[in-house]
């Protein structure tokens, strides 16, 4: 073969080989600091504990709980459905499986906001949406749902209404207080059949 | 015969300019104005680090004697920052952070060795910020403990807060698994809150028509 026809293959051969070396190294796929930064500041990542409370009663199947405390505490006492990852174990094998599932909806829970927040920017880092954060974390939650305060009589009816939702909510998740108040009476709508003529050609 | 074997040196010259264009190329590549300074692993390392964060003991130094090795930014947004922020503090609204004389601000208060503290609304909302500046190897940034709410409830008494855990986070208030417990001996049901039941009436076919 002629020698330039070999040396012009080494070349080429070089190059490819250098322009993948350029890109090989052990870190997982990430997103660039400038994007993670526009995702950090927009509030939308932030769930109520009413809306988490409500997904699990009707048992949607699209959410995932997962919990960012330590192992001992998540022994305690951790939500129902709820997975534990602990902050420092994010990477270890398998964990990050649970992420980028299509179709479901991850919720970091802890014990404020502030842990959950901090495993959400990194979970951001590595490039996986529809993730999102319980607001108050379980402090809140045990202020909400498993001992939700009665509105002061001034208060809105919208307010009333979360809290008739929050009691039932506490007898989910408690399975206790029998009493049922006032706000929740049963409100039957009758439909009646829609009366047609039959001259006109209903039925 | 093709012309490469008749005039190599011809050859040879156009793949080396070939070369040298590339690799011209691939070295001056604009560069991204941030980059991770830090791998995942690290990032979660840095978390526990307490020099990471600011406690509002510290304010009072910084509101009366004003050092110069201290700044501090109020990440929220321009018009609440005029309703009121810590004396002292400077508006950087989160949506300007990515902005390049920002960038460069931080990098030169790097440089000269200036602690930055953040703060928020509360806490929560500087944390991510924070967070995305110590990956990026701004290390000198720290986020104020409690945020701006915390600040404004205890401006006047700021040395006593060192004895107060309102502005740590972290930690259960409550007994979770003794508050969560079913009470009373009641036995655990899943009947869910009363809803509104509509009621509709069978629909009366006429049998003459051809119903049933």
């Given at each position: 073969m002629n020698r330039n026809y070999i040396f012009l293959t080494i070349v080429m051969l070089v190059l490819a080989a250098g322009s993948i070396f350029l890109t090989m190294d052990n870190e997982p796929e990430q997103i660039e600091p400038d994007e993670l930064l526009q995702e950090i500041i927009q509030p939308t990542r932030y769930i109520t504990t009413d809306q988490v409370a409500k997904m699990i009663i009707q048992g949607d199947p699209s959410l995932m709980l997962v919990d960012v405390r330590s192992e001992e505490e998540f022994a305690k006492y951790s939500l129902p459905r709820s997975i534990n990852i602990p902050l420092q174990n994010l990477l270890d094998d398998g964990n990050l499986d649970y992420f980028g599932v299509p179709g479901t909806k991850v919720v970091f829970v802890s014990d404020d906001d502030i842990e959950a927040d901090q495993m959400w920017v990194l979970v951001k880092r590595l490039g996986f949406g529809s993730t999102y954060v319980l607001k108050g974390g379980l402090n809140c939650w045990m202020q909400t749902i498993i001992d939700p305060q009665r509105p002061s009589d001034d208060a809105p009816y919208k307010d009333f209404e979360t809290y008739s939702f929050r009691k039932g909510a506490q007898m989910y998740f408690t399975g206790s207080g029998a009493d049922i108040p006032d706000a929740s009476k049963v409100d039957v709508k009758v439909r009646r059949r829609e009366k047609t003529n039959i001259a006109s050609g209903g039925c | 015969m093709h012309i490469h074997e008749l005039n190599p040196w011809r050859t040879l010259i156009a793949l080396s300019a070939f070369v040298l264009i590339l690799i011209i190329g691939f070295l001056t590549r604009p560069k991204p104005l941030l980059t991770y300074e830090k791998t995942i692993s690290e990032s979660v390392k840095a978390l526990?680090?307490?020099?990471a964060y600011f406690y509002p003991w510290e304010l009072e130094n910084v509101i009366h004697e004003k050092p110069d090795n201290i700044v501090l930014f109020d990440i929220r947004d321009n018009f609440v920052f005029g309703q009121g922020h810590i004396p002292g503090a400077e508006n950087l609204s989160a949506s300007v952070l990515s902005r390049e004389e920002n960038i460069e601000r931080m990098k030169k208060l790097r440089d000269m060795g200036v602690t930055v503290v953040l703060y928020g609304g509360d806490e929560l909302q500087a944390n991510g910020p924070w967070m995305l500046y110590r990956q990026v190897g701004f290390n000198n940034v720290k986020l104020l403990k409690g945020g701006y709410s915390y600040y404004k409830e205890h401006k006047d008494n700021l040395?006593?807060?060192?004895?107060?855990?309102?502005?740590?986070?972290?930690?259960?208030?409550?007994?979770y698994a003794e508050m969560a417990a079913p009470k009373d001996g009641a036995a655990f049901h899943t009947e869910p809150e009363s809803k509104p039941v509509p009621v509709r009436r069978r629909e009366k076919t006429n049998v003459a028509a051809g119903g049933c």
């Open positions: - | 526990e680090e307490s020099d040395a006593l807060t060192k004895n107060d855990d309102g502005y740590k986070t972290g930690f259960p208030r409550y007994d």
